[in-house]
């Protein structure tokens, strides 16, 4: 064997994200004890961090030892026991991996179907929950898999209409676009390292209300899943001090997870959503320039996720295969109904930058000219500087 060296590349898909040169220096800092004192110190300095990101000072916020899934699987198994009633908004691949995680939870499952590109409705989620008492309502922030934001905010207090609590996916939304909380009053939200926190992946953020908890240690039967067992892992992340051990924390991970926070706050939580949302403006000038058009509308579109028609004839995966022979640039593949239809642009985290969008911009132009689809780099390039004068 040989040491692996991976390949410089810019990571523009739909997660991971480029990892920033901090972020990676401190996931080469010497390992130590995890119940060490200095590590327990570092554990509550992370803890105290994520509610700050998540605004939620009441929340228990602990990062678990997995990647994004391993927050949906928690909040989904530890809140649900066989027979619950429970409603998943499905606009996208991620609301469907919901469902099937509380189907495995031996929950009911009642699932609220939207075409891939719309934003949940409302409208049809509360009918959903005016049918029956409902343990929990699910549903996904920023799905990822199309490019569209949904209403957290009405969707939560829907939720809490209804006496249901609420699980709600910020894997994608948190650090590229407001995630309040507090605010929203939501019960279990969960996020992970590597979309906008850029970070590598292989942490899930994760932030529990009062009324969860309580739902969790009243349960009739133990949570069926060890390691992410709420009761279980609170022994070891709940207290200062005196912690039990429960699993080994990825203690290198976590180092680098506390950079991208510090890295966070030196910038500010609110100019980083402002830096999103002025690179993803300079992007979607410069597509459309270029004479592409985007799937989502305008009202509903994520900043960290751009998801972009293929036009007519031009060959979707030559053009991705292109850009990262010659350019060194991952964008993503449509997924499910959106395969070979849409290209994923991710600015997400370190990857929103100005030379992240102009990179972008030209490799594309480049690659559709290849395929004889006429796309204009001067045009397209001159659009961003417009957008970003
Ligand atoms: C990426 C993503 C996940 C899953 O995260 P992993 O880190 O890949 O496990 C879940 N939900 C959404 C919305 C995502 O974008």
């Known amino acids: 064997m040989q040491s692996f060296q991976p390949p ?16 990676l220096a ?27 990101l998540f605004n939620a000072p009441d929340h228990a916020c602990v990062p678990l030892p997995g990647p994004g899934t391993a927050g949906m699987e928690a909040a989904i198994m530890n809140l649900l026991e066989p027979g619950e009633r429970c409603v998943v908004a499905i606009n996208g691949a ?19 179907d939207h ?18 008492p409902t343990k929990v309502l699910a549903f996904v922030h920023a799905e990822t898999s199309t490019g569209a934001k949904s209403d957290a905010a009405s969707l939560c207090a829907i939720a809490r209409r209804y006496g249901a609590l609420s699980v709600v996916d910020c894997v994608t939304s948190l ?10 009053d939501a019960d279990v939200v969960y996020s992970g390292t590597q979309k906008c926190l850029s970070a590598p992946p292989g942490l899930s953020p994760i932030a529990l209300s009062k009324r969860a908890q309580a739902a969790i240690s009243g349960r009739k039967e133990k ?10 892992l609170m022994s070891y992340w709940g207290g200062e001090g005196g912690r039990t051990y429960h699993h080994t924390a990825p203690i290198n991970a976590l180092y680098g997870l506390h950079e991208s926070l510090v890295a ?47 036009p007519e004839g031009v060959n979707e995966a030559a053009v991705r295969a292109h850009v990262l022979k010659t350019w060194d640039l991952e964008i993503g593949a449509g997924l499910g109904p ?39 780099v001067k045009a397209a390039l001159a659009a961003v500087d417009r957008k970003l004068a």
């Not at 690179?279 to 989502?296: I, K, P, T, Y």
């Not at 102009?358 to 004889?372: D, F, I, K």
């Open 94 to 112: 991620f609301g469907g991996r919901m469902a099937d995680m509380a189907d495995r939870a031996g929950a009911t499952v009642v699932t609220v």
């Open 175 to 184: 650090g590229g676009i407001v995630v309040d909380v507090a605010g929203w």
């Open 8 to 23: 410089r590349r810019i990571l523009m898909g739909p997660g991971p994200s480029d990892v920033s040169p901090r972020v």
């Open 223 to 232: 949570v069926r899943n060890w390691l992410l067992d709420f009761n279980l």
């Open 264 to 310: 966070i706050f030196e910038e500010g939580q609110q100019a980083a959503i402002v830096r999103h949302a002025r690179m993803h403006e300079a992007l979607v000038a410069g597509l459309e320039a270029a004479g592409l058009s985007m799937l989502v509308a305008e009202a509903h579109r994520l900043p960290q996720l751009n998801t972009v028609r293929v």
């Open 115 to 132: 075409d891939w590109g719309l934003p949940v409705d409302p409208a049809r989620v509360e009918a959903a929950l005016a049918d029956a």
């Open 338 to 376: 959106l395969k070979g239809q849409v290209w994923r642009i991710g600015l997400m985290g370190a990857s929103a930058t100005a030379w992240h969008v102009r990179l972008c911009l030209t490799a594309l132009c480049e690659a559709l000219n290849a395929q004889g689809f006429a796309a204009d």
């Open 26 to 52: 401190a996931l080469a800092r010497p390992t130590i004890g995890h119940l060490d004192p200095e590590f327990q110190a570092l554990m509550e300095e992370i803890k105290g961090a994520l509610q700050r």
